[in-house]
T-cell receptor, first 115, second 113 residues
Framework: AQSVTQPDIHITVSEGASLELRCNYS??????LFWYVQSPGQGLQLLLK??????LVQGIKGFEAEFKRSQSSFNLRKPSVHWSDAAEYFC?????????????FGTGTRLQVTL | DGGITQSPKYLFRKEGQNVTLSCEQN?????MYWYRQDPGQGLRLIYY???????QKGDIAEGYSVSREKKESFPLTVTSAQKNPTAFYLC????????????FGPGTRLTVL
């Protein structure tokens, strides 16, 4: 069964500092990996996705993530955090297209940004 | 603009009443999903549908029911059998088989009094 672990429930960073949110997954084959962001009381917005190819993927809002198969990780990074990045971030893993394509989500990491 | 709409944004019901949450999409997506979100638990899949007139149970289907009579619509009914229905409910849809990402609606917060 597929699973996702986000070990950090809550992270606080200063505006302008770098950010790394951790995500570890468990999946039997090549995973399809996603990062979503959620502002309070809102739906989820896709930040980036990894299907294959280059293991460093770029997303919206200046975010990037690196897929490391040997570590079963897909960590999200941003070089300089802005106050508007305060939100909850979810990592998800899914099956290849053409299947039921269910996504399994981690429990999320809440990011707080101090000025 | 294409997207997913959920209504209402906030919903209050008395214990023991059934309630139906609306989800509509104009993205021409085949697959649609319902998730429940509780603090600290991430998103849990309730039901999903890959085509019209077909749907499958997710991980926490007990106490919920769905229908998929039209491609654009996937309403969720929270029945009185659901023990703890107060939560934030999110609807999502997914495009063709060459893509796997899901697009989410704004959510409905259900409070059962």
């Amino acid at each position: 069964a597929q699973s996702v672990t986000q070990p950090d429930i809550h992270i606080t960073v200063s505006e302008g500092a770098s950010l790394e949110l951790r995500c570890n997954y468990s999946y039997g084959a090549t995973p399809y990996l996603f990062w979503y962001v959620q502002s309070p009381g809102q739906g989820l917005q896709l930040l980036l996705k990894y299907f294959s190819g280059d293991t460093l993927v770029q997303g919206i809002k200046g975010f990037e993530a690196e897929f490391k198969r040997s570590q079963s990780s897909f960590n999200l990074r941003k070089p300089s955090v802005h106050w508007s990045d305060a939100a909850e971030y979810f990592c998800a893993v899914g099956a290849p297209p053409g299947t039921a394509s269910k996504l399994t989500f981690g429990t999320g990491t809440r990011l707080q940004v101090t000025l | 603009d294409g997207g997913i709409t959920q209504s209402p944004k906030y919903l209050f019901r008395k214990e023991g009443q059934n309630v139906t949450l609306s989800c509509e999409q104009n993205l021409n997506h085949d697959a649609m999903y319902w998730y429940r979100q509780d603090p600290g638990q991430g998103l849990r899949l309730i039901y999903y549908s890959q085509i019209v007139n077909d749907f499958q149970k997710g991980d926490i289907a007990e106490g919920y029911s769905v229908s998929r009579e039209k491609k654009e619509s996937f309403p969720l009914t929270v029945t009185s059998a659901q023990k703890n229905p107060t939560a934030f409910y999110l609807c999502a849809s997914r495009g063709g088989i060459s893509y796997n990402e899901q697009f989410f609606g704004p959510g409905t917060r259900l409070t059962v009094l």
